[in-house]
């Protein structure tokens, strides 16, 4: 049974999350004066809440140019909460941001009582000493933010347990752009850090507290000194009836040795088995409207698939870093509709809908239909 936050232990925790550590888990950064930028996603989904229609919060935090001093150096705390409603605090202190390089760990301190170095602290010391900031691991999942000029607020504490890192659940986990992925010969670098994973603890957003149990939990990454042009993405791990399927799906415009490729991957973890197809397995289509409407589909040498993805929602707009800093470049809701058929040679091994997948376009231009190159 998952163990309440009350009685985490990081050191446990850890060890028990080891063999689900996917690369790049850790801190990328090296030092280097040159422009950078990494951000953590975190998001948890609350499927029997608000009349079983359910509520998604999810956590973005980001760090650009760590070296300090910079045009854009600092750091930010972005959450979609409850009714795709949003919460964004900067953190323009780079020396109070902390991150560990070989496992997945961060943090970042807005306001902080006493002389502390920034670092991992146990959660009741954090609760005493820090009155604005946040820390994450691949297992626990803390912190608190308030925002004067509006007046929200959100504290969180919650215990993660991961199920599937990116591979199969028994396997070697996998890094999401492959093996070329430790050349930085992608910019920027994508890591599903945690395709499925149970969260126990509590979210107050705004007044409202949501005690959950169990909840899914998701995570993944990004980092580099280049920016994407144009993204589009779909995520679900709250299905109907399905409770061991997790999907992550995305395509973008990236740099590759200074020229830009577009390309897409699905990525589908059921019943302890990963169902990977990527450029170099896989023939993967798409077609993805302006908002309201994704599709793609994908076959390899076993399986083929098929996505569509829909809201009636209008979506909120979020920021992701650009060469001129944050701005409001994506559009995001976490209450979209989503259809997946998965076939094998034999037939249909799974069919599966949720109300609750997240689905979202970024980047520029997004004046018509983008089609993938091949169609």
């Known amino acids: 049974m998952t163990r309440s936050p009350q009685n985490h232990s990081l050191q446990a925790d850890l060890q028990q999350a080891a063999s689900l550590q996917t690369p790049h888990s850790g801190y990328h950064w090296a030092g280097s004066g040159r422009r950078f930028f990494e951000g953590w996603y975190y998001r948890v989904t609350l499927p029997d809440y608000e009349q079983k229609n359910g509520q998604t919060f999810a956590f973005m935090y980001s760090i650009e140019d760590p070296i300090g001093g910079q045009a854009y150096s600092g750091g930010a705390a972005q959450i ?119 969260a126990t603890g509590w979210i107050e957003w705004n007044g409202q507290r949501y005690d959950f149990c ?7 990454k990004n980092w580099g000194g280049a920016f994407p042009q144009k993204w589009f993405w779909l995520n679900c791990n709250a299905f109907v009836d399905q409770p061991d399927l997790a999907l992550t799906a995305g395509g973008g415009r990236r740099g590759v040795l200074g020229w830009m490729e577009s390309v897409a991957m699905i990525g589908i973890h059921y019943e302890g088995k990963f169902y990977e197809f990527v450029p170099w397995n896989a023939k993967v289509n798409w077609q993805i409207h302006p908002w309201g409407y994704w599709q793609m589909q994908a076959q390899n040498a076993d399986y083929t698939v098929e996505l569509v993805g829909t809201t009636h929602h209008p979506g909120t707009l979020l920021r992701a870093p650009t060469p001129e800093g944050l701005a409001f470049c994506c559009r995001d809701t976490m209450q979209g509709d989503l259809t997946l058929t998965l076939r094998g040679k034999q037939g249909v091994i799974l069919q599966a809908q949720s109300h609750l997948c997240g689905l979202e376009v970024g980047g520029s231009p997004w004046d018509e239909v983008w089609r993938s190159p091949s169609q």
Request: aromatic residues 14%; hydrophobic residues 35%; charged residues 20%.
């Open 214 to 220: 169990d909840a899914p939990a998701y995570g993944e």
């Open 80 to 198: 979609l909460g409850a009714n795709d409603e949003y919460l964004c605090r900067t953190f323009p202190d780079v020396r109070q941001f902390w991150g560990w390089k070989n496992a997945l760990g961060l943090g970042h301190w807005r306001k902080s009582i006493g002389q502390r170095s920034p670092r991992y602290l146990e959660p009741e010391e954090f609760d005493r000493s820090i009155s604005e900031g946040y820390q994450a691991t691949a297992t626990w999942h803390q912190g608190k933010l308030a925002d004067p000029g509006t007046g929200q607020t959100a504290r969180w504490q919650y215990q993660i347990q991961p199920v599937y890192g990116w591979g199969d659940r028994a396997g070697v986990q996998h890094s999401t752009a492959g093996l070329l992925s430790q050349l930085q010969i992608f910019e920027p670098g994508w890591q599903i850090l945690m395709a499925h994973g149970l």
